[in-house]
């Protein structure tokens, strides 16, 4: 029961109107919004600005100050609880002395945050203004109950060649797919590399239109040897980078505004790229472009994690054994055992061919 929380909507009212100011600006996570409400008087206000910002209820309690001991927070999602873009909104909570905590929807992936609070001797009541907030966090919602879809994108010669022997690659394919392959980015949450190719290349990863959507940019660079000179970090798109979770002293020049820091278990990851996918999936990421390099591709593609493919094939040939393949390592040992595309197309694109196709998933599970 919300007891005496439940006569001041107002108040939730205030945090829903609050967090539609942030909206267009913080996809792919949830429009929030939160007051500070001290004696009857608001204290404190705050929303989620943008991805990769600080959360709601942090704001409202900067906002609020000293003034947030004693104090009520009401939110429209359930605080988090567990280490993501940002630390636990709980421990901020606790911190600043807030008595009573009332959210309207509840959030799976708050990950027991009303049973920390609780311990700490915070009232915790739910349910206030449910259904508005559920309108308010549709797409959210809906994005947790789904699976993230998976695409790779590469551009190869017709010998099968992604760059010389020395990583040049530009450019291997017309400059018409490549205004196809910026729209194509558009369409996607993130758009996703490994470090080598941004040594190598140094990409924007947008889609370098002013009236198409940037995706989140996403590079896996497992030990953090990326300094943030490259395009990647230069603000304009925030940018999430994959290092391994034994990494304790991260570097100072990565942690500012636009850069969002995701460990995980990277020697597990390699052999089973899910764990990448799930780690943005914990962002609400659902659709990922994988576009290189050759050992992103592979471990992505022999993980079974792959929906659909696009291939932009030139009519070139690099040559050489040395010369960078699409897909590294030593590949499956028998032809039965290789994995195979349905439903594939080909379309002309300027000099060069585009084949798509889906991954044959029932294949892949025969395999695995």
């Not at 605080?79 to 911190?95: E, F, H």
């Not at 308010?136 to 919602?141: A, P």
Request: one cysteine or more; aromatic letters at 8%; a positive charge.
């Amino acid at each position: 029961m919300l007891g005496v929380l439940s006569m001041n909507s107002k108040y939730m009212q205030l945090a829903i109107d609050l967090a539609k100011k942030g909206n267009g600006r913080v996809y792919t996570n949830p429009l929030v919004g939160c007051v500070v409400v001290k004696e009857n008087e608001v204290v404190g206000r705050g929303w989620h600005k943008y991805f990769g910002g600080e959360h709601a209820e942090i704001n409202a309690l900067t906002d609020a100050g000293k003034s947030a001991k004693n104090a009520d927070l009401y939110v429209t999602l359930e605080p988090c609880n567990s280490y993501g873009k940002r630390p636990p909104c709980t421990l901020a909570i606790v911190k600043a002395g807030i008595k009573r905590v009332c959210y309207a929807l509840r959030d799976k992936n708050a990950f027991g945050s009303s049973k920390m609070l609780k311990m700490n001797g915070v009232k915790v009541y739910g349910g206030l203004l449910k259904k508005q907030v559920q309108i308010l966090t549709k797409d959210f919602l809906n994005n947790l109950s789904s699976k993230p879809k998976v695409s790779v994108k590469v551009a190869m010669t017709l010998d099968g060649k992604i760059a010389t022997y020395n990583y040049d690659s530009k450019w291997i394919t017309s400059a018409k797919s490549r205004r196809l392959v910026h729209k194509m980015r558009s369409q996607y949450d993130a758009v996703l590399v490994g470090s080598n190719t941004v040594f190598r290349d140094n990409p924007f990863l947008t889609t370098h239109s002013k009236s198409l959507k940037n995706p989140i940019r996403v590079v896996i660079d497992s030990k953090l040897k990326l300094r943030d000179s490259y395009n990647l970090f230069d603000g304009s798109v925030p940018t999430i980078i994959i290092y391994d979770s034994n990494i304790v002293d991260v570097p100072k020049y990565l942690i500012k505004e636009g850069i969002i820091l995701a460990p995980v278990d990277i020697v597990a990851a390699k052999k089973d790229f899910g764990i990448i996918i799930k780690k943005l999936n914990s962002f609400s990421i659902k659709s990922v472009l994988i576009e290189g390099g050759s050992e992103i591709i592979a471990s992505a593609l022999f993980s079974n994690i792959v929906d659909d493919i696009y291939i932009f094939i030139a009519p070139k040939i690099i040559g050489g054994r040395t010369a960078i393949s699409v897909v590294c390592g030593d590949g499956v040992e028998k032809i039965s055992k290789a994995l195979r595309i349905k439903n594939m197309k080909v379309k002309k694109i300027d000099s060069d061919l585009l084949v798509t196709g889906q991954i044959d998933t029932k294949r892949c599970l025969q395999i695995s």
